[in-house]
């Protein structure tokens, strides 16, 4: 039986939401983050501290409050109160919370290198370590840049492959793991000739399982090297490069991981940088990473959507703890440049992005002046917020005007207009329409 969505709550819901303040954050001077917490929560923002995350969601770790007739409790409460809000699917797949958790980055400098479990790893690291894991779902995420934006993001090919950078075919920074490990003989110092030499003999015409085999055991052996062997190494790599720098044009991984390096002195997470592709996307391309990739952000500006999860699984460029063993041995160490998202368009204004995965899918809308685009009705709930301009939101009978830093969220089955007499810029995310 399908369980209806009472009119009277077939409107927008205001949101006060929460900050992360994570060291690698850019300070708030500069970053998108803190202007849209400011404006969404009325906080003075301190200049000199980083900004990192803005929170959209009902996660506990940084939970979003309904703001209505002066009251205010959690998201996460009113929805358990109101599943009805969520639709039917929704509820009967996931129960009566979201599955997505959406967010803003600023990121001024680069975050650890890390993967996400998926669902049975998670209920297992949760189970054992529920200090460190703080709970069981799996955390399957994409990031749309707002800003030019950096990252890692998989192993490079073990033979020939094509960048992705903005060119698409620079000669310059084609990638070959077998290339890597004769041109950086610092590796080859840190691992050990064994290893190498088990991926110098493999080839792709062996099969994807001895490939993998290989691949995981140079990688392990490297981020599982002592802190004291890795530091020598990557003084020497460092030093090299430097004076390497002097006589020809570092090609571009070479001058990231001297700007890794500076970040994080002495950490495995340098050199290992090498063993990744370095993917540079422009605004309002998207980069989706399923569980078990590897990857770090490296700089720059997105939205990003994500399972309702916080699980993290580090083992280089960070401070935090680190999981080496765990991460080794759950990477699917599969190889080759990710596939970059565009976009498709679903009216004038509005283009949506759609991962491979059911917890969720985002819209960007960029309305010019005099412009509107309408959200029809869907299954699911959906969550937007305003980045750029204001403008007036139409839902059934009644409008509310909208500005910079507003978190809206919308229950399933209600149709919403936007419309501008100047600008408006706005994302919303929601539950992967694939699914319905």
Not at 21 to 33: A, H, K, M, Q
Not at 319 to 337: A, E, I, N, W
Request: net charge negative; glycine share 6%.
């Amino acid at each position: 039986m399908e369980v209806q969505v009472p009119a009277k709550q077939k409107r927008l819901r205001r949101l006060r939401c929460s900050v992360q303040n994570y060291d690698w954050g850019r300070l708030g001077s500069e970053s998108t983050v803190a202007r849209l917490f400011s404006l969404n929560s009325e906080a003075e923002v301190q200049l000199d501290k980083p900004y990192a995350e803005f929170w959209m969601g009902t996660h506990g770790s940084g939970p979003s409050f309904l703001i209505e007739e002066g009251e205010s409790r959690t998201l996460k409460s009113w929805i358990s109160d109101n599943p009805n809000v969520l639709g039917d699917k929704v509820l009967e797949k996931w129960g009566s919370d979201l599955p997505f958790l959406f967010k803003v980055l600023s990121v001024a400098k680069a975050l650890s290198i890390q993967a996400h479990p998926d669902k049975e790893l998670a209920r297992t690291l949760y189970k054992l370590q529920p200090h460190v894991y703080k709970d069981d779902n799996h955390k399957p995420e994409m990031a749309l840049a707002l800003t030019e934006f950096q990252a890692l993001c998989g192993f490079v090919s073990l033979e020939g492959q094509i960048c992705g950078c903005h060119e698409r075919r620079c000669m310059e920074c084609i990638t070959e793991l077998k290339i890597v490990l004769k041109d950086v003989p610092e590796i080859v110092e840190l691992v050990g000739n064994e290893y190498v030499n088990q991926v110098l003999d493999v080839s792709e015409q062996d099969g994807k399982e001895k490939v993998k085999s290989a691949l995981q055991s140079i990688f392990t052996q490297l981020m599982s090297a002592s802190k004291e062997m890795v530091s020598k190494v990557i003084t020497k790599l460092k030093n090299r490069l430097q004076m390497e720098s002097q006589v020809r044009q570092l090609m571009e991984k070479e001058q990231l991981v001297l700007r890794l390096e500076k970040q994080y002195p002495g950490d495995v997470g340098v050199i290992s940088a090498f063993f990744f592709n370095f993917v540079k996307l422009n605004p309002g391309e998207a980069l989706y990473l399923g569980a078990n990739e590897p990857h770090a952000y490296i700089y720059g500006e997105c939205i990003e959507c994500m399972a309702t999860s916080d699980n993290v699984v580090r083992a280089g460029l960070t401070p935090k703890h680190r999981d080496v063993q765990t991460l080794c041995s759950m990477l699917t160490y599969k190889q080759g440049f990710p596939e970059i998202l565009q976009g498709v368009p679903v009216n004038p204004y509005t283009r949506r992005y759609l991962p491979p995965f059911d917890e969720f899918e985002v819209d960007c809308c960029s309305l010019p002046n005099g412009a509107s685009a309408m959200f029809p009705e869907v299954e699911g709930p959906s969550i937007f917020v305003v980045t750029e301009g204001e403008g007036t939101a139409y839902v059934r009978a009644s409008e509310e005007q909208v500005h910079e830093g507003d978190v809206l969220f919308t229950p399933a089955r209600t149709e919403i207009i936007f419309g501008t007499s100047s600008q408006l810029k706005l994302y919303r995310a929601g539950v992967n329409s694939r699914l319905f």
